[in-house]
């Protein structure tokens, strides 16, 4: 009877163990998912508020310009393709914000098309 006892004593600790380690390891798994998440929000509002819009000054700018004859074609294209990556960096910013928006909600047991109950908040 003791062995019994001391066996399943045992089980039960090793079980809290696995327990506190996977709760753990999906904890800083979380927690770096927001960091990302969070990250991507930054990313994103730098470049619509600040890159983008002075990007399209300079690319405006020299639109005039070049019209007028004072830069040259590819100053003008080199301007525009500029503009395009920054565009372009911040879609990648908005996806990386969906995805661990999304991985955040599969780690909640919150499925994609669920209405979320009341007292759940739908994002991270």
Known sequence: NRAVRAQA????RALESTSRDTRQRLLAKLEVLLVRHNEAIRQENL???????QAEQAYASLRKSFAAGQVSFANLIDSQRRLLELQLQ????????????????????????AQPS???????
Not at 93 to 106: D, G, I, P, R, Y
Not at 118 to 124: C, L, S, V
Request: net charge positive; aromatic share 2%; no cysteine.
């Open 9 to 12: 004593a045992a089980r039960r």
């Open 47 to 53: 470049y619509r508020k600040t890159l983008i819009p």
């Open 90 to 113: 911040t879609e990648k910013a908005v996806l990386e914000k969906h995805q661990t928006s999304a991985a955040v909600h599969v780690m909640r047991g919150e499925h994609e098309g």
């Open 118 to 124: 009341a007292d759940k908040k739908t994002t991270p």
